[in-house]
């Protein structure tokens, strides 16, 4: 795992760790436990579980000192607060979980790589969800990658092995060989290990990224990302023919044109074309559609939950990250939560 993320990233070195969250605390440790840490107050962002940036570095044995304003800060305020020689690393975290707009301003990465070797100050990125394809070839808004980020020449970024990369649970850490050897040699890193299925899997979901083709098709997420609308369409009209003849009179359906997300907390804004099906109740019965739909979500398969969501007066079911082994599944648990029941396939 080591090498390959070496290669997909052109860094020096690599260390695998069990979640982004640990291989920041790591990151920090390292870098400049007992010391203060600059990071703009427009990143302090709160991540998954409820954790906090400020909890975290305060865990890494960090203090945070803050710089600029929520929506504003220049590199003269990193410049300003990197004069004090209590400092001991600059940290950017990247917004992957919402957007900020308007009246703004941040330093750039490579501005503060520059101010850090001005400084001899260790540059520390958090991308929080790694893409290692460039965001275009999935027809994604442009974003930060780790490639990037080394190329740029900070110190060590830390992004997820899960999420936009596609692969288990996994806080990944790349970056230059001196500090990732302090890394290693921190207590904290044989307490954030990984085991080896885990250290299996990612390199299995890497080696598919040596050919951005395979890595597309291979993987699930990137391939869920990057399906068409009109392939989507394709694929769920079949799946719409087979359910009208099974469910009763009073239930409508048809394929419409609909839009999805990354999910993730990834690309806030952005949204995808998609394709949907649309199932509507027919009548003045006393059945619900969010009864429907909360049976599909609870008596279903617990390994094959079926959500979709509600709007307005229809339930959208999106196949846009439903499996082909798992439509049979899908078409079984619409039929046999259907108000009044369904019709044997």
């Not at 436990?33 to 107050?41: K, Q």
């Not at 990658?145 to 649970?169: N, R």
Request: with cysteine; glycine share 14%.
């Amino acid at each position: 795992a080591r090498e390959l993320l070496c290669e997909l990233t052109g860094a020096e070195d690599a260390l695998v760790v069990n979640n982004c969250a640990a291989g920041l605390i790591l990151a920090l440790s390292a870098a400049a436990r007992g010391r203060e840490v600059v990071l703009s107050r427009g990143e302090l962002v709160e991540i998954g579980g409820g954790f906090r940036i400020p909890e975290v570095m305060e865990r890494a044995g960090c203090t945070l000192r803050e710089v600029g304003t929520t929506n504003r800060t220049r590199l003269a305020d990193y410049r300003d607060a990197s004069e004090s020689i209590s400092v001991g690393a600059l940290l950017k975290v990247h917004r992957s979980n919402f957007a900020l707009s308007g009246f703004t301003s941040e330093a750039g990465l490579d501005e503060l790589v520059a101010l850090g070797r001005q400084r001899n100050l260790p540059v520390l990125h958090d991308l929080g969800s790694g893409l290692l394809l460039p965001p275009a070839r999935l027809g994604l808004p442009e974003e930060p990658t780790p490639s990037g980020s080394v190329a740029a020449g900070v110190d060590a970024v830390v992004f997820s092995g899960d999420k936009l990369l596609g692969g288990p649970q996994a806080g990944l850490i790349v970056g230059r060989t001196e500090i990732l050897t302090r890394m290693r040699r921190d207590p904290f890193c044989r307490a954030f290990r990984v085991d080896k299925g885990t250290l299996a899997a990612l390199a299995a979901t890497l080696r598919l990224y040596r050919d951005p083709e395979s890595a597309v098709e291979g993987v699930p997420t990137l391939r869920a990302i990057a399906e068409g609308a009109e392939a989507l369409r394709g694929r769920t009209a079949p799946v719409a023919k087979r359910l009208r003849g099974r469910l009763g009179e009073g239930v409508g359906l048809e394929v419409v044109a609909t839009t999805g997300r990354v999910g993730g907390g990834t690309f806030p804004d952005h949204e995808i074309p998609s394709a949907a099906m649309r199932l509507t109740l027919q009548g003045d019965g006393d059945e619900s559609l969010s009864g429907w739909a909360a049976r599909a979500r609870t008596v279903a398969d617990p390994l094959l939950p079926l959500v979709g969501r509600i709007e307005g007066d229809g339930w959208l079911l999106d196949l846009r990250t439903v499996l082909p082994d798992e439509v049979d599944a899908l078409v079984e648990t619409i039929v046999a939560t259907a108000p009044g029941g369904g019709r044997a396939g």
